[in-house]
Each structure stands twice: as C-alpha cells, then as structure tokens.
T-cell receptor, first 113, second 116 residues
Framework: DTGVSQDPRHKITKRGQNVTFRCDPI?????LYWYRQTLGQGPEFLTY????????KSRLLSDRFSAERPKGSFSTLEIQRTEQGDSAMYLC???????????FGQGTRLTVV | AQKITQTQPGMFVQEKEAVTLDCTYD???????LFWYKQPSSGEMIFLIY??????QNATEGRYSLNFQKARKSANLVISASQLGDSAMYFC?????????????FGSGTRLLVRP
C-alpha cells in the first residue's frame, strides 16, 4: 500500500499517561501535517513539517504535545500527561511539492479514560 | 480571519439523484485553493476535488463538480447520480496562498445519507 499509514488505529489510555502515534507519509512527499478532529467537527491543523523541519505549529499544540520527523521520513506525535480533552481522532496527511492536494491517513483514534 | 462555513449539518438524497452541498468561505487573500474531502465511517479523509482561486472554469472530477462563485465566496459541491456508497461526511476546506504550507482550514462538515 502506497498511501499514508498511521499506527495505531485506536488507542485507549488512562489520564496522565503518555502516548505516541506514528505516521508514515507517501514516500516521495516532503510535506507532512498533523490534524486533530473531535466528534462532529472538521479537522483542525496542529503542525506542519517540510522534510525534517517543523515549520508551523498551531496554538492548539500545547507544551504537552511534541512532534518530530527525523530524517524527513516518518513522523511521531507524542502527548504527555494525557487529559480527557485530548480524546480525538489524530489525522496525518502528506503532500508533495508539485501536488495540489494532501493525502490523509486513516487516523489514530485516542480515547483517554 | 480565514473561515469555512457549511450550513447543512445533514442532507438526504435519493439514490441516482443529484445533490448540492453548500460551502462558503472567508478570506482576504487573492490566491487560495478550495477542496472537498469525503470522510466515510472508517475515518480516512478522501480527496474529491480542487478549485484554485484563479481557475476560470469550474472543476469537475467524474460525478463531482464544484460550483465556484468567487464574488459570493461560495464553493458548493455537486454530486450527480448519487450512489449508496456516497453516504459519508463531506468537508469543505481552504488553503490560503499557493506557496504556503498547504495548511487546510476545514468546515464543520455535512453528513450525507443516500436513500435506496
């Protein structure tokens, strides 16, 4: 499969625990994005990488959130000390320099109990 | 501030009929792009169609067409010959600037149900 891949698909964690999600973009894409989607809403932008550089972060990305993209390939999104309000779908997308649209993965659904 | 408004939380359409999903946007940029994505229950956002602000022709992709009215700042999606598999959430989104980060601003979505 050559699409955007996210792992895990589902994660249930206890409040206060740390979680990490992984995204593997389409191989030739140099741009990678993280979005968060809560129930009944559209996705909200979290952060953007061009190659390994994190070029933009939303105010939604509190200091408990950190994203990395070592070597400009896969990316990880870590949430420390999870809160119930972090429960959401976390979507990853990638795009190339010449492509118009971003391609999304199937998301990681996080439930904090 | 950039904003996308989708005023129809839910829509019904009879199979094989056409349906229009509304989208209005607000931006001060002259250069921007408008997108429609489909999100089935599996969660993946599936790209459907794109319209650039400088494109004079309305975009079409198979059964999807985008009714772009720049002066009204609207970008409605038209689905012709609806199929049962079209039942899903539909999101309108905007990207400002053609050389920007490709960050998308999404609307709140419209849930489409296709009746047999």
């Amino acid at each position: 499969d050559t699409g955007v891949s996210q792992d895990p698909r589902h994660k249930i964690t206890k409040r206060g625990q740390n979680v990490t999600f992984r995204c593997d973009p389409i191989s030739e894409h140099n741009r990678l994005y993280w979005y968060r989607q809560t129930l009944g809403q559209g996705p909200e932008f979290l952060t953007y990488f061009q190659n390994e550089a994190q070029l933009e972060k939303s105010r939604l990305l509190s200091d408990r959130f950190s994203a990395e993209r070592p070597k400009g390939s896969f990316s990880t999104l870590e949430i420390q000390r999870t809160e119930q309000g972090d429960s959401a779908m976390y979507l990853c997308a990638s795009s190339g320099t010449v492509t118009t649209e971003a391609f999304f993965g199937q998301g990681t659904r996080l439930t904090v109990v | 501030a950039q904003k996308i408004t989708q005023t129809q939380p839910g829509m019904f359409v009879q199979e094989k009929e056409a349906v229009t999903l509304d989208c209005t946007y607000d931006t001060s940029d002259q250069s921007y792009g408008l997108f429609w994505y489909k999100q089935p229950s599996s969660g993946e956002m599936i790209f459907l169609i794109y319209q650039g602000s400088y494109d004079e022709q309305n975009a079409t992709e198979g059964r999807y067409s985008l009714n772009f009215q720049k002066a009204r700042k609207s970008a409605n999606l038209v689905i012709s010959a609806s199929q049962l598999g079209d039942s899903a959430m539909y999101f309108c989104a905007m990207r400002e600037g053609m050389d920007s980060s490709y960050k998308l601003i999404f609307g709140s979505g419209t849930r489409l149900l296709v009746r047999p």
